[in-house]
């Protein structure tokens, strides 16, 4: 069965930190490019930033320089350190995963909620100002 299990949420003040966890099972977690997406109240879910197996990463614009996403391929742990946190950064975070076999880097689309199969049932983060 696979499960994609978010944690690392919270509350945070703007410039604040916080690092969330995906902790996967189910599938050779090695194998499958990742992603953590965000949902505010109102909004569509957008990408934040795609990991392929071996590591490449493709980040949003709004993040870049801010966030760092990591992989533990051992521990099948996806992370998202994320500095600087401002009120706009505010929203349902979600891991998510789709099986690259080839481990191709595809930046047209991984920030594409389309793209994944399989995802996690989120954890909340609020940035006050």
């Known amino acids: 069965q696979v499960q994609l299990v978010e944690s690392g949420g919270g509350s945070v003040q703007a410039g604040g930190s916080l690092r969330l966890s995906c902790v996967v099972s189910?599938?050779?977690?090695?194998?499958?490019?990742m992603g953590w997406f965000r949902q505010a109240p109102g909004k569509a879910r957008e990408g934040v930033v795609g990991?392929?197996?071996?590591?490449?990463?493709t980040y949003a614009d709004s993040v870049k320089g801010r966030f760092t996403v990591s992989r533990d391929n051992a521990k099948a742990t996806l992370y998202l350190q994320m500095n600087s946190l401002k009120p706009e950064d505010t929203a349902m975070y979600y891991c998510?995963?789709?099986?690259?076999?080839?481990?191709?880097?595809?930046?047209?689309?991984?920030?594409?909620?389309?793209?994944?199969?399989?995802w996690g049932q989120g954890t909340q983060v609020a940035v006050s100002s």
């Open positions: 189910g599938f050779t977690y090695r194998m499958y490019s």
């Open positions: 998510a995963a789709v099986w690259n076999r080839d481990n191709s880097y595809e930046p047209s689309v991984a920030l594409t909620p389309a793209r994944y199969r399989y």
């Open positions: 990991i392929e197996p071996a590591g490449t990463t």
